[in-house]
Protein backbone atom coordinates (compact mmCIF):
# COMPACT_ATOMS: atom_id res chain seq x y z
CA UNK A 1 0.00 0.00 0.00
CA UNK A 2 1.10 3.60 -0.54
CA UNK A 3 0.97 5.50 3.14
CA UNK A 4 0.35 8.91 3.61
CA UNK A 5 1.27 10.94 7.10
CA UNK A 6 -0.50 13.69 7.91
CA UNK A 7 -0.20 15.62 11.20
CA UNK A 8 -2.67 14.49 13.67
CA UNK A 9 -3.69 18.44 14.71
CA UNK A 10 -2.53 22.12 13.75
CA UNK A 11 -3.68 25.03 15.37
CA UNK A 12 -3.73 28.29 14.33
CA UNK A 13 -5.14 32.01 15.04
CA UNK A 14 -7.55 33.86 13.29
CA UNK A 15 -5.91 35.54 10.76
CA UNK A 16 -2.90 33.57 10.54
CA UNK A 17 -1.22 30.95 7.79
CA UNK A 18 -2.31 27.15 8.07
CA UNK A 19 -0.34 24.70 6.71
CA UNK A 20 -1.09 21.12 6.31
CA UNK A 21 1.29 18.66 4.99
CA UNK A 22 0.89 15.11 3.76
CA UNK A 23 3.58 13.06 3.44
CA UNK A 24 4.37 10.15 0.49
CA UNK A 25 7.35 8.38 -1.21
CA UNK A 26 8.30 10.71 -4.15
CA UNK A 27 4.53 12.10 -3.18
CA UNK A 28 5.47 14.63 -6.24
CA UNK A 29 5.14 12.35 -9.08
CA UNK A 30 1.53 12.00 -7.96
CA UNK A 31 -1.23 14.37 -7.95
CA UNK A 32 -3.03 15.29 -4.61
CA UNK A 33 -6.20 16.00 -3.80
CA UNK A 34 -7.55 17.90 -0.84
CA UNK A 35 -10.74 17.64 1.60
CA UNK A 36 -12.66 19.55 4.03
CA UNK A 37 -14.35 17.68 6.12
CA UNK A 38 -16.84 19.41 9.29
CA UNK A 39 -18.34 17.67 11.74
CA UNK A 40 -21.21 15.16 10.42
CA UNK A 41 -20.94 16.01 7.29
CA UNK A 42 -19.99 14.58 4.03
CA UNK A 43 -16.28 15.79 2.84
CA UNK A 44 -16.23 18.83 0.27
CA UNK A 45 -13.33 18.54 -1.99
CA UNK A 46 -10.95 22.14 -1.70
CA UNK A 47 -7.82 21.39 -3.93
CA UNK A 48 -6.93 19.02 -6.36
CA UNK A 49 -4.54 18.22 -9.02
CA UNK A 50 -1.89 19.77 -6.16
CA UNK A 51 -3.14 23.34 -6.47
CA UNK A 52 -6.46 23.73 -8.63
CA UNK A 53 -9.41 25.01 -6.75
CA UNK A 54 -13.08 24.65 -7.20
CA UNK A 55 -14.76 27.90 -8.18
CA UNK A 56 -16.63 27.59 -4.58
CA UNK A 57 -13.21 27.28 -2.86
CA UNK A 58 -11.91 30.55 -1.27
CA UNK A 59 -8.58 31.86 -2.93
CA UNK A 60 -7.62 31.67 0.51
CA UNK A 61 -6.64 27.82 0.03
CA UNK A 62 -3.81 26.71 -1.79
CA UNK A 63 -1.71 23.46 -2.55
CA UNK A 64 1.69 22.76 -3.31
CA UNK A 65 3.59 19.23 -3.74
CA UNK A 66 6.97 18.77 -4.40
CA UNK A 67 9.42 15.69 -3.42
CA UNK A 68 8.39 13.63 -0.36
CA UNK A 69 5.77 16.09 1.04
CA UNK A 70 2.44 18.07 -0.27
CA UNK A 71 1.14 21.14 1.67
CA UNK A 72 -2.15 22.77 1.92
CA UNK A 73 -1.88 26.35 2.76
CA UNK A 74 -5.01 27.77 4.41
CA UNK A 75 -3.87 31.85 4.60
CA UNK A 76 -6.27 34.26 6.54
CA UNK A 77 -7.56 31.55 9.01
CA UNK A 78 -11.19 31.95 9.56
CA UNK A 79 -13.20 29.97 12.31
CA UNK A 80 -15.22 28.53 9.81
CA UNK A 81 -11.95 26.44 8.31
CA UNK A 82 -12.02 24.82 11.24
CA UNK A 83 -12.37 20.99 10.41
CA UNK A 84 -11.02 17.71 9.54
CA UNK A 85 -8.26 18.00 6.25
CA UNK A 86 -7.50 14.70 4.06
CA UNK A 87 -5.15 14.58 1.31
CA UNK A 88 -5.66 11.70 -1.34
CA UNK A 89 -3.68 10.12 -4.48
CA UNK A 90 -4.51 7.52 -6.74
CA UNK A 91 -1.82 5.25 -6.77
CA UNK A 92 -1.50 4.10 -10.35
CA UNK A 93 0.92 1.20 -10.04
CA UNK A 94 -1.85 -0.84 -7.12
CA UNK A 95 -5.22 0.45 -9.03
CA UNK A 96 -6.10 1.76 -5.38
CA UNK A 97 -6.84 5.28 -4.09
CA UNK A 98 -5.30 6.41 -0.63
CA UNK A 99 -5.82 9.15 2.36
CA UNK A 100 -3.94 10.38 4.59
CA UNK A 101 -5.08 9.93 7.69
CA UNK A 102 -6.43 13.20 8.18
CA UNK A 103 -5.55 16.70 10.16
CA UNK A 104 -8.00 18.39 12.95
CA UNK A 105 -7.41 22.13 11.92
CA UNK A 106 -8.30 24.29 15.27
CA UNK A 107 -8.81 27.57 15.29
CA UNK A 108 -7.44 29.56 18.62
CA UNK B 1 -27.08 19.62 -8.97
CA UNK B 2 -25.42 16.78 -8.61
CA UNK B 3 -26.82 14.31 -6.16
CA UNK B 4 -26.02 11.25 -4.45
CA UNK B 5 -28.26 9.23 -1.84
CA UNK B 6 -26.85 6.07 -0.55
CA UNK B 7 -28.95 3.37 1.00
CA UNK B 8 -29.48 0.25 2.37
CA UNK B 9 -27.17 0.21 5.59
CA UNK B 10 -28.11 -0.96 8.73
CA UNK B 11 -27.48 -3.64 11.53
CA UNK B 12 -26.16 -7.07 10.31
CA UNK B 13 -24.18 -9.60 12.31
CA UNK B 14 -20.79 -10.89 11.25
CA UNK B 15 -20.29 -13.27 8.85
CA UNK B 16 -23.72 -11.84 7.14
CA UNK B 17 -23.98 -10.01 3.90
CA UNK B 18 -25.27 -6.54 3.07
CA UNK B 19 -26.27 -4.72 -0.52
CA UNK B 20 -25.63 -1.20 -0.55
CA UNK B 21 -27.39 1.52 -3.33
CA UNK B 22 -26.41 4.93 -4.42
CA UNK B 23 -29.01 6.61 -6.82
CA UNK B 24 -27.24 9.57 -8.99
CA UNK B 25 -29.00 11.94 -10.27
CA UNK B 26 -27.70 15.71 -11.96
CA UNK B 27 -25.25 14.50 -14.16
CA UNK B 28 -24.68 12.00 -16.84
CA UNK B 29 -24.00 8.71 -14.73
CA UNK B 30 -22.68 6.57 -17.60
CA UNK B 31 -19.61 9.26 -18.32
CA UNK B 32 -18.14 8.76 -14.62
CA UNK B 33 -15.82 6.22 -12.76
CA UNK B 34 -17.84 5.76 -9.56
CA UNK B 35 -16.26 4.67 -5.75
CA UNK B 36 -17.26 3.52 -2.27
CA UNK B 37 -15.47 5.60 0.69
CA UNK B 38 -15.90 4.11 4.05
CA UNK B 39 -15.53 6.41 7.52
CA UNK B 40 -15.49 4.11 10.88
CA UNK B 41 -16.77 5.77 13.44
CA UNK B 42 -14.19 8.37 14.92
CA UNK B 43 -11.74 7.52 12.50
CA UNK B 44 -10.27 8.79 8.89
CA UNK B 45 -11.56 7.97 5.43
CA UNK B 46 -11.01 4.75 3.24
CA UNK B 47 -11.37 4.24 0.02
CA UNK B 48 -12.91 0.82 -0.87
CA UNK B 49 -13.64 0.37 -4.70
CA UNK B 50 -14.09 1.59 -7.67
CA UNK B 51 -15.77 1.27 -11.01
CA UNK B 52 -14.71 2.75 -14.92
CA UNK B 53 -18.09 3.99 -16.53
CA UNK B 54 -18.74 1.04 -18.38
CA UNK B 55 -18.18 -1.58 -15.96
CA UNK B 56 -14.67 -2.78 -17.74
CA UNK B 57 -12.46 -1.92 -14.37
CA UNK B 58 -12.96 -2.80 -11.05
CA UNK B 59 -10.54 -2.46 -8.48
CA UNK B 60 -11.03 -3.14 -4.28
CA UNK B 61 -8.91 -2.16 -1.62
CA UNK B 62 -6.77 -4.72 -0.15
CA UNK B 63 -9.39 -4.99 3.08
CA UNK B 64 -12.16 -5.66 1.48
CA UNK B 65 -10.90 -8.29 -2.04
CA UNK B 66 -12.80 -11.31 -2.14
CA UNK B 67 -15.36 -10.30 -0.15
CA UNK B 68 -17.31 -6.96 -1.31
CA UNK B 69 -18.32 -6.50 -5.09
CA UNK B 70 -19.11 -3.30 -6.60
CA UNK B 71 -21.86 -2.80 -9.52
CA UNK B 72 -23.58 -0.50 -11.54
CA UNK B 73 -26.40 0.01 -13.51
CA UNK B 74 -26.41 2.56 -15.96
CA UNK B 75 -29.87 2.26 -17.20
CA UNK B 76 -30.92 2.97 -13.22
CA UNK B 77 -28.47 5.57 -12.87
CA UNK B 78 -27.35 3.13 -9.41
CA UNK B 79 -24.08 2.21 -8.20
CA UNK B 80 -24.10 -0.67 -6.01
CA UNK B 81 -22.06 -2.34 -3.31
CA UNK B 82 -22.93 -6.42 -2.86
CA UNK B 83 -20.66 -6.75 1.11
CA UNK B 84 -20.25 -10.48 2.37
CA UNK B 85 -18.95 -12.14 4.73
CA UNK B 86 -18.68 -8.68 6.79
CA UNK B 87 -16.89 -8.58 9.91
CA UNK B 88 -16.73 -5.89 12.80
CA UNK B 89 -13.85 -3.75 11.11
CA UNK B 90 -16.24 -3.24 8.28
CA UNK B 91 -18.40 -0.69 10.90
CA UNK B 92 -18.67 2.31 9.22
CA UNK B 93 -20.46 5.05 7.39
CA UNK B 94 -20.01 4.28 2.95
CA UNK B 95 -20.25 6.93 1.02
CA UNK B 96 -20.98 6.67 -2.61
CA UNK B 97 -18.45 9.18 -4.45
CA UNK B 98 -18.24 10.40 -7.89
CA UNK B 99 -14.61 10.71 -9.87
CA UNK B 100 -14.22 13.93 -11.78
CA UNK B 101 -11.74 11.60 -14.33
CA UNK B 102 -9.61 9.30 -14.67
CA UNK B 103 -6.66 9.84 -11.62
CA UNK B 104 -8.48 13.13 -10.46
CA UNK B 105 -10.53 14.07 -7.36
CA UNK B 106 -13.97 12.70 -5.88
CA UNK B 107 -15.61 15.98 -6.54
CA UNK B 108 -18.98 14.63 -5.71
CA UNK B 109 -19.85 12.52 -2.23
CA UNK B 110 -23.15 11.47 -1.02
CA UNK B 111 -24.49 11.80 2.30
CA UNK B 112 -23.36 7.98 3.17
CA UNK B 113 -25.19 5.36 4.78
CA UNK B 114 -23.97 3.54 8.04
CA UNK B 115 -23.68 0.01 8.57
CA UNK B 116 -22.78 -1.60 11.56
CA UNK B 117 -21.37 -5.20 12.22
CA UNK B 118 -21.98 -6.54 15.53
CA UNK B 119 -23.56 -9.92 16.99
Known amino acids: SYVLTQPPSVSVAPGETARITCGGN??????VHWYQQKPVQAPVLVIY???DRPSVIPERFSGSNSGNTATLTISRVEAGDEADYYC???????????FGGGTKLTVL | EENLVESGGGLVQPGRSLRLSCAAS????????MHWVRQAPGKGLEWVSS????????NYADSVKGRFTISRDNAKNSLYLQMNSLRVEDTALYYC????????????WGRGTLVTVSS
Open chain 2, 97 to 108: VKLRNVGGPFDS
Open chain 2, 26 to 33: GFIFDNYG
Open chain 2, 51 to 58: ISWNSDDL
Open chain 1, 26 to 31: NIGSKS
Open chain 1, 49 to 51: YDN
Open chain 1, 88 to 98: QVWDRSLDQAF
